[in-house]
């Protein structure tokens, strides 16, 4: 019974059918962007009855399609709560029942990530179905890491209050067996399955032009490959490309928290539309 309480799914944002609410929402969010509202009252928004963050929270979806609002919002929210945020479903793309199943990460470090004071009773843990993301004890590493990696931003977004404007990928140190070749690489898209959704950070190593850091999201049977080193210089772009002429695939630009960053994304045409807000078509 403790373990249904703890791991069930908010309605997602995209099930929400009253715009009222999706409405309230974003009026309340200007408000606290604007300091006509406290950081609590707006967080308290998204709360059940029990104190709970239950409610979906829309209005993420919306503020993430103007990139300079959305940076604004996040460095106003307390480090806590910008945690709260950043790994809420409508950024990562993961529900807290999914983050469970698919790698082991309870509600309980999560609650502690979130500052939460309150106690409850730790689920055991079953094998996770995709790999088990290590989070025992002080918050591991690899968990944050992993954090970061699922919300799209430099990892001190998530340790600082105050975090750097600079685009860094140093947290891949610390993402699990990041490192492969052109052909492990390969091998690993094309051995995706339809009922899969994974997220992982890979470095694929290459003498010529040095290591090409990359979110691979593997979705419905598909990819999504976001280059993410410093500025996407042309030659990672020309590599991507040419590391998957073999393959039928749509491309983009997607924007990031950091202003001067902008990273080069391509996705199977098998996916029929992505859900970044972020992402921008563009012809090649």
Known sequence: MILVIILKDKP???????????????????????DER???????????????NTLAWPEL????????????????????????????EEVISFSQRELYYNYGISFNPLRRYFGSKKSVSKPVISPPNIRKIITSG??????????????RVPIDW??????????????FDFLPSPRMNEKEFLSLINSVKGNLHDV???I????????????LELIDGGFIIEILNKNSPFQYVSYALNLLKDFNIHFGSMQTVISSQVNFICFSKSLKNIDFPEFTPVQL
Request: aromatic share 10%; glycine share 2%.
């Open 12 to 34: 997602r944002s995209k099930e929400v059918m009253d715009n009222s609410y999706l409405d309230m929402c974003k009026r309340k969010m200007n408000e606290f962007i604007n």
């Open 61 to 88: 979806l919306d503020v993430r399609k103007d990139m300079d609002i959305y940076r604004e919002f996040l460095l106003k929210l307390s480090m806590e709560n910008r945690r709260l945020v950043l790994l809420n």
């Open 138 to 151: 002080a918050l591991d590493r690899q968990f944050i890491a992993f954090a970061a990696l699922l919300a």
């Open 204 to 215: 694929i190593e290459n003498k010529e032009i040095g290591d090409i850091y990359i979110r």
């Open 158 to 171: 998530l340790e600082r209050e105050k975090p750097s404007k600079k685009w860094s990928v140093e947290y």
């Open 200 to 202: 992982r950070g890979i």
């Open 38 to 52: 406290t950081e609590e009252d707006y967080i308290r928004v998204h709360e059940d009855s029990l104190g709970r």
